[in-house]
Each structure stands twice: as C-alpha cells, then as structure tokens.
C-alpha cells in the first residue's frame, strides 16, 4: 500500500528535526572534538572566519527566503484572472542581482584570504628557530617525530603550552587528514607531497585529533592526542623520550624481550626499540617508550595491562582491518600463534618500557 501525503510528510519532518537536534549536539562547546571552543589561535581565526561566513550568509537566506515567499503570496493566481503581462527582461534587475552578489563575495573574500595567509606562514618558522614536528600518518595510526632531538613517538602529540609548533605533514601510504578541532583545522597528509602547518596551543591540557579523510576500514579509529604542557615539563618529556629504553632484571620482562627478538615471533621486525638489540623496524610504532604512553592502538584505548593483554591476544578483534593481525606470521597463521605465557610475558615487557 502506499504511504498517504499525510504520513509522508510527518515521517520527513521527523527525519529533518531529528537529523537537526544531532547537529546541533554537534555544535556544543563542551564537546571535546567542538570545534568552536578553541584554545589557540589557529582554531580561534577559523572559527571567527566561520561565523563571519554563517552571518552574511544566514542574512542572504532569510532575505531570498523573504523574497520568495513575498512573490509567491502576492503574485499568486487569483479566481477568474486571465494570463499575466507578458515580459521579458529586466536590465535594471539583472545588473543589481549581478553585482550584489559580487560585492558580498568580495567582502567574504578579504577575512578567508587573510586567514588563509595567516594559517599558511608560521609566525616562527623552524628556521627562526620554532619547533619542528614531523607527522606522519600510517593506515591507522599517526607517527610523531621531533627531529631535533631524534625522539620518535606515536598517537600523542606532545607540544609546549604557548609555542608555535612547526608541523610537516606526510604519509606512507594513502592520504590522511590531520585535524585537531580545537586547535587547527584540517590539513591533508598525502603521500610523496609535503604539507606543512603550525599550530599553537593556548592552555595546558589534553586535545583530541583524528584522521578527517577516509583512509580505509580502520579509518574512524585512526586518533590521536595532543597533550599541551608547560614548556619546561615538555622539554623533560623531550629528554627522558631521547633516552634508551632501560633495562629491566625482572624475568618475565627478559622472557618478553627475548619472544620479541625472536625469529618465531618476529615483532622486532616491524617496531623499533632504541637499545641494545636489533628492533629498528619501521613499519608499525616506535615502542621504545611505549609505556609512556596514555593510549595506543591509535589512541583509541587506554593503554592499560588488560587491554594491551586483549590487543596482543587477537589484534583483529580490537581494531578491524589493521596491519599487525593481517601481516604479522603469529597473526595470520603463518607462524604458531603466541600462547598465553607468551602473550604475559610481550606484555611485561611492553610495559617496562617507560
Ligand atoms: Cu587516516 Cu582516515
């Protein structure tokens, strides 16, 4: 049977209030990923371009929808009337509707110029002596790397409160976005091209990032996390980052690095462990302070004993499609899988890793 007008329209009216109370929830400034509480001055000048554009246009809407409705009502067919006037043309007419809108376009063009200058050239460039961060995005995760001081990270962004920070955006495989909501927009990371951004943030505190341009099946769990702090705590970050990994006498940590370097096991062939040993793979994070680290996997969960216990045992179970459960042998079938004690011991010594 088909669907009466009347309940057509009560189910697009349902459809359209409900599609809009989820936007504007999108809209709220408490949100952690709103991007309309700023904290620096990347975010902030997008977000006035933003509202600058909002207004001029809501103004032309609501008079074009003023006009419309307006023509419409006083210009309807009326009982018995013959056909109109017959006209064609209206020079006067067209040349207003010409110009007008060049003239708000014009004055929309002068704000998004500037920002986009403004957003494109850092106010202290790497070579005035600002921070330079390398980013690269990875099928899903982001890699950081802090070029100065060699120290090489994953899925935390670590910057100094107040600093402009220099960042060079690249990826080693398909294109990705970098997009922290409160503190800059997006900017493409394509492989082979560079791209370039600054960013700054104003206050202490943790911000999120995520990957804005679809990357692939993991893609909505491709995260990561800027934790702003004041400088001199960023720079001990810097220095206790730039160290080796430290060497532990426990046993099960020494049973775990021995399962990592193992032939049979295979890990120190896509991550890198800076210290002794030969883990210098690049094709997954760098782990030499894993342990350091809030969050992994993309940042997606906390990086905690029980989880990392879950993503050692089954990969592919706590994020779909990622590349260790498809190209690691004791994933994909090639090799034995890693029995439990196995697992515990990869475990200890992931998390010695301070
Ligand atoms: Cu990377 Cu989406």
């Known amino acids: 049977m088909l669907m009466t007008n009347r309940r057509f329209l009560r189910l697009i009216t349902l459809v359209l209030a409900g599609t809009l109370v989820i936007s504007l929830l999108g809209c709220t400034p408490s949100h952690p990923m709103s991007t309309f509480d700023t904290v620096g001055p990347v975010a902030r000048s997008q977000a006035i371009l933003f509202y600058v554009i909002f207004w001029v246009g809501l103004v032309v809407f609501i008079?074009?929808?003023a006009a419309i409705i307006y023509a419409a009502v006083r210009y309807r067919r009326r009982k018995d009337q013959g056909d109109p006037e017959q006209i064609h043309g209206n020079n006067k007419l067209e040349i207003a509707w010409t110009i007008v809108p060049v003239i708000i376009l014009a004055i929309v063009a002068i704000p998004t110029i500037i920002t986009i200058f403004d957003n494109a050239n850092s106010p202290k460039t790497p070579e005035e002596g600002g921070l330079l961060v390398e980013a690269i995005g990875h099928q899903w995760w982001f890699e950081f790397r802090y070029p100065e001081?060699?120290?090489?990270?994953?899925?935390?962004?670590h910057i100094p409160v107040g600093e402009v920070v220099n960042l060079n955006l690249a990826s080693i495989d398909v294109i990705h976005s970098f997009w922290i909501p409160k503190i800059a927009g997006k900017v493409d990371m394509i492989p082979g091209v560079g791209n370039?951004?600054?960013?700054?943030?104003d206050e202490p505190g943790e911000f999120y990032g995520q990957c804005a341009e679809f990357c692939g099946v993991a893609h909505a769990n491709m995260r990561f996390k800027v934790i702003a702090k004041p400088k001199a705590q960023f720079e001990q970050w810097l220095q206790d980052q730039a160290v080796a990994a430290l060497e532990s006498s426990d046993p099960l940590v020494i049973e775990g690095y021995d399962i990592f370097m193992s032939r049979r096991v295979l890990c120190f062939r896509c991550h890198t462990i800076d210290g002794p040993g030969i883990a210098r793979g690049t094709i997954g994070p760098n782990l030499t302070h894993f342990a350091s680290r809030d969050?992994?996997?993309?940042?997606?969960m906390d990086n905690t004993q029980e989880n990392l216990l879950r993503w050692l045992t089954d990969p592919g179970d706590?994020?779909?499609?990622n590349i260790m459960a498809r190209d690691a042998e004791v994933y994909n079938g090639t090799l034995p899988s890693l029995t439990e004690s196995q697992i515990s011991a990869l475990a200890a010594y992931l998390r010695s890793l301070k």
């Open 295 to 300: 969050t992994f996997i993309g940042s997606i």
């Open 63 to 65: 008079a074009v929808e």
């Open 196 to 201: 370039t951004i600054w960013i700054q943030a």
């Open 149 to 157: 001081s060699g120290v090489v990270t994953a899925n935390e962004l």
């Open 318 to 321: 706590v994020k779909e499609g």
